[in-house]
Each structure stands twice: as structure tokens, then as C-alpha cells.
């Protein structure tokens, strides 16, 4: 997730595919360096299957109840995350595009900060 302002831009490139972040973070991936019991370091590129990204510029305070709103419904809170690592979680996944779609509400400005932050990528359960 990057709520960053204006995250989920796409550059435009005339005739050809628009290319930004995201596209970086869906096909490219990012590396990361993990040890095997022997020590040894392997690199693995590790790729998001979808982003929650912001379109354009939105306000600071309006995006932050936003994303509490997104990771209240995704019972990605302390107390819930906790549960979640010791394998106490219950009940059924729930989708992250339904999670930023239901959260729209809660903006002051719900038609213009509220409207900013979409998916890209295939839907995502947790």
C-alpha cells in the first residue's frame, strides 16, 4: 500500500504502455536478501499481486482516517495481527478492493481524497 500523494500515477509515453511505480512494484518486484541455514545469502525477487495506490494529491488528515478505516476492515490492527501470527485468526478473508471501497466514506472530501486511492492488480485476501 503507498498512500502516498499522486503514488498511482502513470507517466504518459505516446503510443506505447504507460509506465510508473506501480507497474514497477506489480512486474518488477523488489529484492531481498534471505540466509539459509548454511548461512548463505540468496537474492529473491519478491513482486506485489495488487497495490493500493492514491491517482492524484490528496489531504494528509482525510487519507490517514482512510487508510485506519482500510486496515480496520482487513483486521490488520495490533490486537488482530497478533492473532494472525500465532494462527488464531478466525473468520473469512476479506478482500482488499472491498476494503478500500467500503472505507470511501469515511473522507471529509469523499469525492476528491476519497475517490484518490483505487487497486491495481488481482484481488487480494486477507
Given at each position: 500500500m503507498l498512500w502516498g500523494c499522486s503514488s498511482g500515477a502513470m507517466e504518459e509515453a505516446?503510443?506505447?504502455d504507460r509506465s510508473g511505480t506501480p507497474y514497477n512494484y506489480?512486474?518488477?518486484?523488489w529484492s531481498a536478501h534471505l540466509f539459509n541455514t548454511d548461512l548463505?545469502?540468496?537474492e529473491t525477487i519478491i513482486t506485489s499481486p495488487s497495490l493500493v495506490v492514491n491517482l492524484?494529491?490528496?489531504?494528509?488528515?482525510?487519507?490517514?482516517?482512510?487508510?485506519?478505516?482500510?486496515?480496520s476492515k482487513l483486521r490488520?490492527?495490533?490486537?488482530?495481527?497478533?492473532?494472525r501470527k500465532q494462527g488464531k485468526a478466525t473468520g473469512k478473508g476479506v478482500s482488499v478492493v472491498r476494503a478500500v471501497g467500503e472505507s470511501r466514506d469515511v473522507c471529509k472530501l469523499r469525492y476528491l481524497t476519497?475517490?484518490?486511492p483505487v487497486v491495481y492488480?488481482?484481488?487480494f485476501y486477507l
Open positions: 505516446g503510443d506505447f506489480l512486474l518488477g518486484g548463505n545469502w540468496t492524484w494529491d490528496v489531504t494528509d488528515k482525510d487519507i490517514d482516517k482512510f487508510a485506519q478505516s482500510v486496515f490488520l490492527e495490533p490486537e488482530t495481527v497478533g492473532d476519497g475517490a484518490a492488480g488481482i484481488p
